[in-house]
């Protein structure tokens, strides 16, 4: 055989090995890509509102869903606040989710039945209420809850009202608004259902409180973690003495258990699950959430929630088909 046959017949073969390899790596990858999530293309569109805390997280899943899993599936996520969002989703032809940072309201379960829908509760993460301060603030760094609550109801109006070493100037109190899940915590958790101080400054919203609070030397002002550690150079986050010496919030300590727990609280997003029977791309976003979560909470400021409750709740979709 000449030295051109020999060297065709080689090249042939090397290209036939390569075709072969590259048709199991094909073959691997779909394997792998059915059992990392639905394997049915599914098209359509997605409407969730409701809660400006759970918005991150949930904001990051949906863009991961759209690009890695469902492309041909529109997911539109708004953060109206958690009450607000109630509103869109408990209505004819409403959202699909509502994201919430506290629980469903009996009135609002009420109106879901009087509307025939099953809602289904989905909780995703754990969030610690987190109480921020102006980063030139260097006397107020560790709080008790008495010394909030204080503060947050007009007790103290100036700073030396709590310790005399601190200046003597007027307390600048701010907070998200009625519409948020977390103004309804911190009224009912951490006031004990007590009125606000008088001339709170309210916001809808957080960005907003933020930059109100990092220019305003005298401001002290509560919101999600998640809204901290993404402007932690813009704000202070206070440490909470709870009885056993200062605990900062931290994604360690708000974890289930953890040592912040009297300020830490599930969240939630709110399936319309009659809904979920009649949209496939509803249901499998739903499961899509629950499986990841977890994963990104972290980036987000979230704490993760335990493996068995996220099996738990991923069992109780599989009623839904």
């Known amino acids: 055989m000449s030295f051109k046959r020999v060297t065709l017949f080689f090249f042939v073969s090397v290209l036939v090995f390569l075709a072969a ?6 073959d691997g990858a779909e394997d792998a890509g059915s059992e990392s999530g639905s394997s049915e293309e599914l098209s359509g569109s997605i409407a969730i509102d409701g809660s400006g805390t759970v918005y991150p997280l949930m904001a990051r899943l949906a863009e991961d869903y759209m690009i890695n899993e469902q492309q041909e599936v529109s997911v539109e996520v708004g953060r109206a606040g958690t009450s607000a969002g109630f509103e869109k989703f408990l209505v004819e032809n409403g959202t699909d989710f509502n994201d919430a940072s506290r629980e469903i309201k009996e009135e609002e379960q009420t109106k879901a039945d009087e509307l025939g829908f099953e809602v289904q509760e989905l909780k995703v993460a754990l969030d610690g209420l987190t109480i921020v301060t102006h980063p030139d603030n260097d006397w107020a760094t560790e709080l008790t809850p008495e010394q909030i609550q204080g503060i947050f109801l ?4 100036q700073w030396s009202d709590i310790d005399d070493s ?7 109190t701010y907070g998200p ?28 919203d957080y960005s907003t409180l933020v930059t109100l609070i990092s220019e305003d030397k005298n401001a002290i002002g509560f919101f999600g973690f998640g809204y901290y550690q993404s402007n932690q150079d813009k704000i202070n986050a206070v440490s909470i003495d709870f009885g056993e010496g200062a605990v900062e919030p931290s994604l360690d300590t708000i ?3 953890g040592p912040y727990a009297d300020y830490t609280r599930p969240v939630f997003t709110y399936l319309n699950a009659s ?34 409750e996220v099996q738990s709740q991923l069992e109780a979709l599989e009623g839904i088909e």
């Open 21 to 26: 390899c590259g048709s199991g790596d094909a």
């Open 154 to 157: 007009g007790e103290y109006t």
């Open 166 to 172: 601190w200046p003597k100037e007027d307390i600048k």
């Open 177 to 204: 608004n009625e519409n948020h899940g977390t103004y309804e915590f911190f009224y009912e958790t951490i006031l004990e259902e007590q009125d606000l101080v008088e001339g709170i400054d309210l916001q809808k």
């Open 255 to 257: 974890a289930e258990d």
């Open 275 to 308: 809904r979920a029977q009649e949209k496939p791309e509803v249901l499998d976003y739903a499961k899509y959430v629950l499986e990841n979560a977890n994963n990104v909470a972290g980036e987000t400021g979230f704490a993760p929630i335990p493996d068995e």
